[in-house]
């Protein structure tokens, strides 16, 4: 594979975890290339990939960082060095809600940010005003994501409401491809649910819309996609009472801890595979699998994606200059009156 040219990729891919990263790598249809960077400024590092049409570069958080600042500051060196990149993608694990409205969403799953509610998408649940009375006033709401990404969006939609996602298959390729990744990035089985088990110690009781409750055996393992408001903040949840009053407050799917540093000076979809339920029994059990369901469907996402309408929208590079000290910034926010 001839490597593409920093001139070539007009997506990005953001993500927090090294297993994140794996997850992502083992979706490319050739080896990935590295880059040698010739701008000292930009700390990150990046691998060039395929998928399906597009030329992707992949950018990590440092080791050990995490959080909407951290996120920030990848992506603007992101669009220093890259500057024909149109679009970005957030690709990695979050904490779900395990019941909504009837729905379950199960570990493995994946949830989709998607304007709803009056948001583009992702909401900062800890950009808060605190008042004299004690009650909390959310300040702020997060851009949309990019029309070609939600145009994307919308036809992988209606296929889905008609057919399977396949992404197992993308999946399966990966373990062919890379055969290490059977041993950890494979469904861990459904006994390894603690709420299918009832093992779950952390049980409160249950709100109007979130209840903690048993899940029945499902009839396949293929991962399902949600669509709809995903809550980011720098605090990770791992109580079910503040993850249930998170839900409440924004009708949250999931909750993770980066997407706020991106949504508004950054064109950005964010796409999370659930690996825990935010609660007491968090562990790293279906992390690996979850990057990868994650990983899946940003590539079969890409399918969707025409290189000719992305090539409308506008550079990361011409967003970010919209907006003042671009590099310091965890998110610019619009402030409510």
């Known amino acids: 594979m001839t490597s593409p040219s920093v001139g070539d990729c007009h997506v990005g891919i953001i993500y927090a975890l090294p297993l994140e990263h794996a997850a992502v790598l083992g979706m490319f249809e050739d ?13 990150n590092s990046y691998d060039f990939g395929r998928l399906h049409h597009h030329s992707v570069v992949v950018a990590s958080l440092p080791g050990g960082q995490t959080g909407t600042g951290a996120a920030a500051i990848v992506a603007n060196n992101l669009c220093r060095t890259f500057k024909e990149v149109r679009s970005v993608l957030l690709v990695g694990i979050a904490g ?14 994946v949830v989709v940010s998607q304007p709803a509610r009056g948001t ?35 036809h992988l939609q209606a296929e889905h409401e008609i057919t399977d996602s396949l992404m197992t298959n993308y999946l399966t390729e990966m373990y062919e491809r890379y055969p290490k990744t059977r041993t950890n990035y494979t469904y861990p089985g459904l006994t390894q649910d603690p709420l299918h088990n009832n093992t779950n110690d952390s049980i409160v009781e249950p709100v109007s819309l979130v209840s903690d409750v048993v899940h029945p055996a499902h009839p396949s393992t293929e991962p399902e996609i949600r669509y709809g408001v995903i809550a980011s903040g720098n605090q990770i949840v791992t109580d079910s009472s503040v993850r249930n009053e998170i839900h409440e407050k ?35 059990v279906w992390q690996k699998y979850a990057a990868a369901t994650a990983a899946a469907f940003a590539k079969k996402l890409l399918m969707y994606l025409p290189t000719h309408e992305l090539s409308q929208e506008r550079t990361i590079e011409q967003i970010a200059g919209t907006f003042p000290q671009a590099s310091s910034f965890s998110g610019h926010r619009h402030s409510l009156p």
């Open 120 to 154: 583009g998408g992702v909401v900062q649940h800890d950009y808060i005003k605190i008042k004299a009375n004690g009650e909390h006033e959310q300040r702020g709401w997060l851009n949309a994501p990019p029309g070609a990404l939600l145009t994307a969006l919308s």
């Open 250 to 284: 924004h009708e949250a799917l999931c909750i993770e801890t980066e997407a706020a540093g991106l949504m508004n000076n950054f064109p950005c979809l964010v796409i999370r595979g659930i690996a825990d339920y935010a609660d007491a029994n968090k562990n790293d």
């Open 96 to 109: 779900g809600v395990p019941h909504v409205r009837g729905k379950q969403i199960r570990l493995g799953d």
């Open 31 to 43: 080896k990935p290339s590295r880059l040698i960077k010739t701008d000292t400024k930009d700390t």
